[in-house]
């Protein structure tokens, strides 16, 4: 017996010291970026029935893959750009499948190769990102190298997304990010190229061009990264544009309103009166979290009515509020200081975008989370507050039953917590030296007792 244990302490050891070694920690970024994307494709890929690519974009690809290019650019959805990003990849899915499979076969083998490209990007961004951990080299350093590859290619809100039936939101958050660490590394043409394909997409991601734009201090530089921005979007767009002139109202791809769609979890929903048709059954109040308000025999499921104004608002509001918050930036922060926060910029104007969007739902949150992770991989720590992040948005969407939360418990538990969180994320971004300076004085009393979870977060025991 003895020999058996002493041959474990020697095999432990003998483990403990393989991991010492740098490949170690490369290893282990690779196999959670692997864990990731498996979680994507095998849990939110399983099919596309009843999701919003099943209504917005099967039309589309199926034409694609019939070899009617004309009809497939004509039926592109507001996010036509990252499903033309994403078509090469549909194109060799569904090749993949053989001339013989069923047409369904084919269908469900291009929406599930459609997430390839933004999952190849994601992995190359963690693998950057992993670099960038100051955490040693032993088994607790391969351990976050794991944890953070695994967040930025497959976190619990990239899987929500794809679930949703939006494999292309992993593509889109992986332009912005790899956008805004160009724009810190200063390679401001580069990165305003990446911010333009970006946003052109998917629209959301506009909110991301002032931020790459925060990281250029000439202006000289500044006009060439509009340009090159204005022309990386409009090749993207122009061929959906044109052919979709004269079928269309052309500006699709640009909807700026959110009319006809009011949704739980945001600032505008308790300005919504009551719906007196709102029914308290459970089958309301499991559909009550996401249905549409389209219709009015549909309105007994909504249990309040979105005000008029809304709609017009919503997505301006998100707009403006990213401009706004950069420009603070650009006063409060001095030029040489603007890089090291970016990412933490990113992360702050994605998550006030899920609080004040009417349409808001679960994987709003990627680009929120993925920024949020790869700022604190970039100053070197593990990324605990990403992962704190994903769960809380997880557990909020997928863990909380729809049979006890009314949309408006729902809705309150949620700005509870969710506008805290923007705040703070506002307040260090802005005034780093205080929050920096509280946070001090409230961990320095928890590293002293809990030495072990102080060591296992990244920060020295004291």
Request: proline content about 6%; glycine content about 8%; aromatic content about 8%.
């Amino acid at each position: 017996m003895s020999a058996v244990f002493s041959f474990s302490r020697a095999r432990r050891a003998s483990l403990l010291a393989a991991w010492n070694l740098r490949g170690g920690v490369h290893l282990s970024a690779f196999v959670g970026a692997f864990v990731g994307a498996a979680a994507v494709v095998l849990y939110g890929l399983r099919s596309y029935a009843f999701n919003d690519y099943e209504f917005e974009t099967l039309a589309a690809a199926q034409r694609l893959l019939a070899g009617d290019l004309s009809g497939f650019l004509e039926r592109l959805s507001a996010y036509g750009g990252a499903t033309l990003l994403q078509a090469p990849a549909m194109l060799a899915g569904a090749a993949l499948g053989g001339e013989g499979t069923y047409a369904a076969h084919q269908d469900l083998s291009a929406y599930r190769a459609s997430a390839a490209p933004g999952l190849v990007l994601s992995a190359v961004l963690a693998m950057v990102l992993v670099r960038r951990l100051r955490l040693g080299e032993g088994a607790l350093a391969a351990g976050w190298a794991f944890v953070t590859a695994a967040l930025v290619v497959g976190s619990p809100v990239a899987v929500l997304a794809a679930e949703a039936g939006h494999p292309e939101e992993a593509l889109v958050v992986a332009l912005a990010l790899a956008a805004v660490l160009l724009a810190a590394a200063d390679r401001p043409l580069l990165a305003a190229a990446l911010v333009g394909l970006a946003a052109a997409a998917k629209p959301w991601a506009l909110i991301a061009v002032p931020v790459v734009l925060c990281a250029t201090a000439d202006r000289r530089t500044l006009l060439r990264q509009l340009v090159v921005c204005a022309v990386a979007g409009g090749a993207l767009l122009a061929p959906i544009l044109a052919a979709q002139h004269g079928h269309r109202d052309v500006a699709a791809p640009l909807q700026s309103t959110t009319a006809g769609i009011f949704k739980p979890d945001n600032l505008f929903w308790f300005a919504g009166e009551r719906n007196p048709r709102w029914s308290a059954t459970p089958q309301a109040r499991q559909g009550g979290v996401q249905v549409h308000d389209a219709r009015p025999e549909d309105k007994i499921f909504a249990q309040r009515l979105e005000p008029s104004w809304v709609g017009r608002v919503s997505h301006p509001a998100i707009v403006l509020a990213a401009v706004v918050l950069a420009l603070i930036y650009l006063r409060r922060r001095p030029p040489a200081d603007r890089g090291d926060d970016l990412l933490l910029l990113l992360a702050a104007v994605c998550w006030w975008r899920c609080l004040l969007d009417s349409w808001n739902a679960s994987y709003y949150a990627f680009g929120a989370v993925g920024a949020l992770v790869a700022w604190q991989a970039w100053r070197g720590r593990p990324p605990i507050l990403g992962l704190v992040l994903a769960l809380a948005v997880w557990v909020m969407f997928r863990v909380l039953p729809g049979d006890v939360f009314t949309p408006d418990r729902h809705t309150a538990v949620y700005l509870a917590w969710a506008v805290p969180a923007g705040i703070l994320m506002v307040a260090r971004l802005l005034a780093p030296e205080r929050v920096g300076g509280l946070a001090g004085r409230v961990g320095r009393p928890l590293v002293g007792r809990l030495p072990t979870l102080a060591r296992i977060a990244g920060a020295p025991a004291r």
